[in-house]
Structure formats: structure tokens, C-alpha cells
């Protein structure tokens, strides 16, 4: 493994990194009778066999040690129409109790939330924890899944909430209708 020394400035990493655009999804879990969660937009698919995703979650978050402490968790994918709820769930400190209640949701199989307008829902049951610097590299199996919901996604580019482009030349499926 190679050492890693810095010499790159922090806030050049931040700009750099935030170029590429991401998804939007909010991570859930339930710990005891209390829901816990999150706004990310480092979620991604790690295999097909078996099936695995990954979030990264900073380790002074209380979402953090709820999470790990659980062993499942939900993400449910944004669509647009979510901003405002995204915006909520990064919030830190906000409390607990009855936060869900503004955005309809109902229980997966495993008991965590999981919100009625998403794109996408996944259950997932954690089977690695990785180190991360500040954050944990939380890896998970899938357990269910659902598609709920039509709508364009939620987007994250450059610091600021985007909505996909809604182009002409795209047929159905998201497939661009390129010149031969």
C-alpha cells in the first residue's frame, strides 16, 4: 500500500470532486424504537453476485453509530419533487422524534423506513464495514427491493440540486438518439 502525503488543497479537492454529478437518496435505519436518517450521494452498486451496494457514512454523524449498531438499513432513491426532504435529512442535529412525518413512508420487511415517492427503494442487511478516513465505507447485501414510483431523479452537481435536462433527442429507455 502506498502512503498517501498531501499536496492537494482541501477546497480544490472539494470543487474537483464535486464535478461529477450524483444521485440523491435517503438512508434510514431504526435502532430500538427510534428512525434514524440521512440525505447521501454516496451511494453506488458494488455486485451483481451477490448483490451489494455501499454507502459512506462520516463517523461523527449519529447516523453513523445507529447504522452500524442496527445492521440494516433502507435507501430510498429521490426524485425531484424530494428536494425539500434531501435538504432536511442533511441537516445535522435535528431531532428525532417525528421526523419522518412530513414525508409519506411506510416500514420494509426488516422495520426501517422507507418513503412512498422515491424512485427506488432498497432493503439492505450491513456484511462489511470498511475505514474510510472520517467517514466508514458501510457495505451492504440486498434484501428487497421495490421501484415505487416514476418521476426524473434528484441530482447533486457542483455544490447545488439539479434536476436532469429533459432533451429532445432522447427516446425511450434514455437512450440518445446518436448520429450513424
Known sequence: MHSIERHVDPATYRKVVGRFATGVAIVTTRLGDVDHAMTINSFTSVSLDPLLVLFCAEKVARFHDAVLESGVWGVSVLPASMEDASRFFAHRGRPLNGQLAT?????????????????????????????????????????????????????????RYRVRPQRSGLQAGGEADLPA
Open 103 to 159: 414525508w409519506p413512508h411506510h416500514r420494509g420487511e426488516s422495520g426501517v423506513a422507507l418513503f412512498d415517492d422515491a424512485l427506488a427503494t432498497l432493503e439492505c442487511a450491513t456484511t462489511a464495514v470498511h475505514d474510510g478516513g472520517d467517514h466508514s465505507i458501510v457495505v451492504g447485501g440486498i434484501t428487497a427491493i421495490d421501484t415505487p414510483s416514476d418521476g426524473a431523479p434528484l441530482l447533486y452537481h457542483e455544490g
